[in-house]
């Protein structure tokens, strides 16, 4: 069978399944998910072989360690992944939730009901829980999932898959809820973009070059998770041990997500002090300084950073760091460079929190916190499918609520229109 009808046969089943899985109770999708985390468990040493395989090529490949930081897979995130579906088990089912109803002069009763979107596809890189999250997600949502991730992640990804898989059709779930695309090849990945009729939405993740590839050529609705060029703002008023403690959290606790801090901005005020303590911070933790010219006076081993450093997400520990003379400056900063993704503030100003809550065009706005909490689980979320800088339909991360979709159901009495 050649890619195209393999594709094509993967979304018959796929909107097949989509149909049996809207009407199943919450019990048995909770079931399934308990199953699917019990199997990963039983099936711990299958997995981890696989992924194994994986950053062996990845690694005789010349990949870089912040991509196989994300490839990897051990015991405690295999562990922590079959947590996530245990989460998402006890959340509430949000389809044939009531979001309002009324009723009308004519008698007529309305309510609005959350229903599954139906066919969800992901076309994803290096990360193999995304795998495991998305069919989780979809699974408790209703909505079938056809899954292409990298090549990087194949052996990885074929595993987690029948894994699961199984585990949920032995729990009730109809066959092909899960499936995957076998093929790792651009025409797979641009057949499932063009599955009219079979998908309902698409979700890239990954990098800004396969973002563009998607939007470019998908016709089907396209859902993405954007990049992540965070920032931290340390104000004027700025608590300045919480800021070192936030600062290095934000950079350093797992520099090669997308919700890790690529820029800091300081308010000169406090540049003289705070500099000097964040650089040698940094450093001590091997980032990499790039910053503008009163930076570089403050700390003279900083490189010079480039206007390309500005709107750059790094996903490694590299930081570009630039000395602000007033919170609208920071602001608009963000504005023209950020990604919309994540950025916080240090302030005791109730003031300038509120302005920057308010100003800053962005899925997550932090008032004294790290970037790092912008995460479906960190958010009560159980697990997300990706984190959206879009603001239709869905914006930040995306669980439970974000793969359903609306429906009016209006009961009568036999009312006709004049």
Known sequence: MDVKSDVLELGKRAKKASRALASLTTGVKNDALTAMAEALMANAEHILAANEKDIAEASAKGIGANLLDRLMLNTTRLKEIAEDLLDVAVLADPVGEVVKGWKVPNGLSIRLVRVPLGVVAMIYEAR????????????????????????????????????????????????????????????????LMRLEGYVDVLIPRGGPDLIKSVLENSRVPVLYAGAGNCHVYVDAAADLPMARRIVINAKCQRPSVCNAAETLLVHSSVADRFVPLAMADLTERGVEIRGDERVRALHPEASTATEEDW??????????????????????????????????????????????????????????ASTRFTDGAQFGMGAEIGISTQKLHARGPMGLQALTSMKYVVEGTGQTRE
């Not at 709107?311 to 602000?324: D, G, N, P, R, S």
């Open 128 to 191: 193999p829980n995304v795998t495991v999250d998305a069919a989780g997600l979809c699974l408790k949502s209703g909505n079938a999932v056809v899954l292409r991730g990298g090549s990087m992640a194949a052996n990885s990804n074929a595993v987690l898959t029948e894994v699961i898989s199984k585990a949920a059709t032995g729990a009730g779930i109809p066959e092909s809820a899960i499936q995957v695309v076998s093929s790792t090849s651009r025409e797979a990945a641009n057949e």
């Open 311 to 368: 709107w750059t997400e790094f996903h490694e520990l590299i930081m570009a760091i630039k000395v602000v003379d007033s919170l609208d400056e920071a602001i608009d900063h963000i504005n023209t460079y950020g990604s919309g993704h994540s950025d916080a503030i240090v302030t005791e100003s109730y003031e300038a929190a509120r302005r920057f809550a308010e100003e800053i065009d962005s899925a997550a706005v932090y008032v004294n």
